[in-house]
């Protein structure tokens, strides 16, 4: 765990802000990619995607103030700004891009449905990369771990005081406080071979998905499904009758995304008649 790696002109780099930044990257040279080879203008993407990283900036940040205020923000407002030290919520970012992603499509007349095809392998990229910068921090941790891979993060550390709050028994060793976490599934780490397996996915089928808006519909289905599956690991938020918000939200992702693929499939799809 290194949320703080060194500083540049007394600026502070933290190592969240540093992998969202390369995560950022990456994804605007998989535009570019995809853009050539769709035919479209890369420059007209990259502003898209541009604008849409800011509005997912926004949103991501806007649903986990409002998930955690009481617990982190009431009282310190000027910590809401501190988005370089972690604290952002991926699935607020993808409604906040999405947003700002429609507004420039219908500015520069570009087509909505094809743009979120080009871009969907980008997100899917730029999140993967998001998630070691999670692991670096020590955010978005999963629950303890009895079998399995697992990792164990140091004391003051994000699990730590979580597990201090409430596994208090099974953290002290003979009354004292050790240095490190119990076990845990480094749930950050699943994150980010699952991205960048769908990431792969969608790349590899991209030319065996006829109709438009299709691709994107996938990138919901599988992100859906793996948000449902790995939030059964994670040990960070509250659950209501057994589920997370996110899981919650993952359900109708994966709903919509089915409802999407259908819909799109006959209003897309070319029929081939027989002759």
Known sequence: MHPHLFDIAGIEIRSFGLMAAIGLLLAFWLVKVRSKQAGEDPEVLSDILFFSMIGALVGARLLYVIRNYHEEFAGDFIKIFKINQGGIVFQGGFIGALLVAWFFCKKKNF???????????AIALGHAMGRIGCFLNGCCFGGICKTGPSVRFPKDS??????????????????????????????????????????LILV??????????QLFSLYLMLYGVWRLLVEFLRDDQARHLGLSVAQYIA????????AMWIYFAKKFSVKVEAK
Do not use: W
Not at 204 to 213: D, E, M, P, R, S
């Open 204 to 213: 590899l089928v991209t030319i065996k998905v006829k109709a438009k808006g």
């Open 111 to 121: 087509d909505f449905l094809k743009g979120l095809d080009i871009i969907a392998p």
């Open 251 to 258: 359900i109708g992702q994966f709903v919509v995304g089915l």
């Open 158 to 199: 994000l699990p730590y005081n979580s597990q201090l709050r409430h596994h208090a028994q099974e953290l002290m060793e003979n009354g004292v406080m050790p240095a490190y976490s119990l076990p845990i599934h480094p749930t950050q780490l699943y994150s980010f071979g699952a991205n960048l397996l769908i990431c």
